[in-house]
């Protein structure tokens, strides 16, 4: 059984909250779980500590086991210095501009370096 801690969302409309837990991977995002780790309150200011409370304890255990890790439980858990911080691409290769793209933004640099030297 492959398990994976992640988030599922409680809390009602437009009011999220969500709770950290350890569940099955084949399980849906908000069924069945195995263990509550924790939970994340976005509403609330970024330092309040009842933001984000995690078992750190339980955590290692489960990643010990070999358990997954979401990526925003992986961030949420480096805001508390549980563990590091994930590696994050800022920009997909899929965003990038093409390349007439580039060619217009080239040229638009030329341009402007062209009247930055007349003057």
């Known amino acids: 059984m492959a398990v994976k801690i992640r988030l599922t969302r409680c809390g009602s409309k437009k009011k999220p909250f969500y709770r950290i837990v350890a569940a099955d991977a084949r399980s849906p995002r908000d069924g069945k779980?195995?263990?509550?780790?924790?939970?994340?309150d976005p509403r609330l200011s970024m330092d309040n500590p009842q933001r984000v409370v995690l078992n750190a304890e339980r955590l290692n255990y489960w990643i010990g086991v070999g358990a997954e890790v979401s990526e925003r439980v992986q961030k949420?858990?480096?805001?508390?210095?549980?563990?590091?911080?994930?590696?994050?691409?800022?920009?997909p290769k899929k965003s990038a501009p093409k390349k007439k793209a580039q060619e217009r933004a080239a040229a638009a640099a030329a341009e402007a370096e062209a009247t930055k030297s007349a003057e």
């Open 33 to 40: 779980f195995i263990e509550r780790l924790g939970f994340y």
């Open 76 to 91: 949420l858990a480096a805001q508390l210095k549980v563990m590091p911080e994930p590696k994050i691409n800022a920009r």
